[in-house]
């Protein structure tokens, strides 16, 4: 699946097992067969053996992610937040409990704040109020919560089997993904560790590797997708238009991946102190940098989705439980970017403060 001339050497070990583990998975019975706490047992392997997102393992753990999205979205999904609050807590040098599973919420929505106090001399704070868009909380074990603190927002860790945490699962009613419930979650009193100080979460070079790690789940959503229609262009070797589309796909899947391995590169070159508050000592500007990968993977990622839907037409789409799962948990997935506001994001970036040779 990776092309070993465009991801950098520490990308080209990733752990055969490790893919043929998540097909597994994703095979089983049931929906796709695995349950929530199936999924999140695999996240747990995973991350006993592979690399955390750091400036030097970034072309593995990018790599793993993409792996694991070819053979199930969903299960991506459920893994990518977990590795990435395992590297945001080794990042501020706080240990996980042993067996825990992690999610990581961080959006922000109208109408919805969640504020954090200090609970005194002993450094905890109390979180009231609802967050959004909190993935699996009903089956996590704790999570990394962003909550305002006067004027800043601030990370803190947060064991979701407390009293005061009421998870509302019901309000997921999305047709993809949907034994991934992110609905919101009301906190009321709940007892909460600050990980890093204020604005040390959304400042660090981390925050902008962890959205192109995502980007990567994506990426490896539309491969899944363009085997699909590979298998069938096998099956209809006369069809030149089949082979366009084939055609059209690989060249979509390959600037996609450039974009990825590029950014790979540019981290692992970086140094190896990826916890500071600061960036690295490098020229990138991360925010620049995840903002234009982020772009050009949805925009190949949404342009083979499309065709291969085209292509194959509505049989797979009706009669195939994995295929059609695959094509609604992408759609859904990558609207975790935010189309024309992150372009608009990038526009700023650049007229503020450069970062394009033009």
Same mark, same amino acid.
């Given at each position: 699946?990776?092309?070993?001339?465009?991801?950098?050497?520490?990308?080209?070990?990733?752990?055969?097992?490790?893919?043929?583990?998540?097909?597994?998975?994703?095979?089983?019975?049931? =929906?796709?067969?695995?349950?929530?706490?199936?999924?999140?047992?695999?996240?747990?392997? #995973?991350?006993?053996?592979?690399?955390?997102?750091?400036?030097?393992?970034?072309?593995?753990?990018?790599?793993?992610?993409?792996?694991?999205?070819?053979?199930?979205?969903?299960? $991506?999904?459920?893994?990518?937040?977990?590795?990435?609050?395992?590297?945001?807590?080794?990042?501020?040098?706080?240990?996980?409990? @042993?067996?825990?599973?992690?999610?990581?919420?961080?959006?922000?929505?109208?109408?919805?704040?969640?504020?954090?106090?200090?609970?005194?001399?002993?450094?905890?704070?109390?979180?009231?109020?609802?967050?959004?868009?909190?993935?699996?909380?009903?089956?996590?074990?704790?999570?990394?919560?962003?909550? !305002?603190?006067?004027?800043? =927002? &601030?990370?803190?860790? /947060?064991?979701?089997?407390?009293?005061?945490?009421?998870? !509302?699962?019901?309000?997921?009613?999305?047709?993809?993904?949907?034994? #991934?419930?992110?609905?919101?979650?009301?906190?009321?009193?709940? !007892?909460?560790?600050?990980?890093?100080?204020?604005?040390?979460?959304?400042?660090?070079?981390?925050?902008?590797?962890?959205?192109?790690? %995502?980007?990567?789940?994506?990426?490896?959503?539309? #491969?899944?997708?363009?085997?699909?229609?590979?298998?069938?262009? #096998?099956?209809?070797?006369?069809? @030149?238009?089949?082979?366009? $589309?084939?055609?059209?796909?690989?060249?979509?899947?390959?600037?996609?991946?450039?974009?990825?391995?590029?950014?790979?590169?540019?981290?692992?070159?970086?140094?190896?102190?990826?916890?500071? $508050?600061?960036?690295?000592?490098?020229?990138?500007?991360?925010?620049?940098?995840? &903002? /234009?990968? =982020?772009? =050009?993977?949805?925009?190949?990622?949404?342009? %083979?989705? @499309?065709?291969?839907?085209?292509?194959?037409?509505?049989?797979?789409?009706?009669?195939?439980?994995?295929?059609?799962?695959? /094509?609604?948990?992408? @759609?859904?997935?990558?609207?975790?970017? !935010?189309?024309?506001?992150?372009?608009?994001?990038?526009?700023?970036? /650049?007229?503020?403060?450069?970062?394009?040779?033009?």
């Amino acid at each position: 699946m990776l092309r070993s001339s465009a991801w950098p050497a520490s990308a080209r070990s990733v752990d055969t097992a490790r893919i043929e583990e998540s097909a597994r998975i994703a095979g089983g019975p049931g =929906r796709r067969g695995a349950t929530p706490a199936d999924r999140l047992a695999f996240a747990r392997s #995973v991350a006993a053996t592979a690399p955390l997102l750091s400036a030097g393992t970034a072309g593995g753990s990018f790599a793993a992610l993409a792996a694991v999205a070819a053979a199930d979205v969903a299960l $991506a999904r459920t893994v990518e937040p977990h590795l990435d609050a395992l590297g945001i807590l080794a990042q501020a040098g706080v240990d996980a409990p @042993e067996g825990s599973t992690w999610g990581v919420f961080a959006a922000e929505g109208p109408g919805l704040r969640l504020t954090a106090t200090s609970g005194g001399s002993d450094g905890s704070f109390a979180l009231d109020g609802t967050k959004p868009w909190c993935s699996l909380a009903s089956s996590l074990s704790n999570a990394l919560v962003t909550a !305002h603190v006067g004027d800043d =927002r &601030q990370l803190f860790a /947060v064991d979701l089997r407390q009293d005061g945490v009421t998870v !509302h699962d019901e309000a997921w009613v999305a047709r993809g993904m949907p034994d #991934v419930p992110s609905g919101p979650v009301d906190f009321a009193g709940v !007892h909460a560790t600050p990980v890093g100080a204020p604005g040390w979460y959304l400042t660090r070079p981390g925050f902008a590797w962890g959205g192109i790690g %995502v980007a990567a789940c994506w990426w490896g959503g539309a #491969v899944g997708l363009a085997r699909v229609l590979r298998s069938l262009v #096998v099956s209809r070797p006369e069809s @030149e238009l089949l082979q366009a $589309a084939l055609g059209a796909t690989v060249a979509d899947l390959a600037d996609a991946e450039d974009a990825l391995a590029d950014a790979a590169a540019r981290i692992d070159g970086a140094g190896t102190d990826s916890g500071a $508050a600061s960036a690295p000592d490098s020229d990138d500007d991360w925010s620049l940098l995840a &903002q /234009v990968v =982020r772009s =050009r993977v949805r925009r190949a990622v949404d342009a %083979v989705r @499309e065709r291969v839907v085209r292509t194959i037409g509505p049989a797979p789409l009706t009669s195939d439980p994995a295929v059609a799962a695959r /094509v609604a948990d992408l @759609e859904l997935y990558v609207l975790q970017d !935010h189309g024309e506001r992150d372009l608009a994001r990038t526009g700023r970036i /650049v007229v503020e403060r450069g970062g394009v040779a033009w």
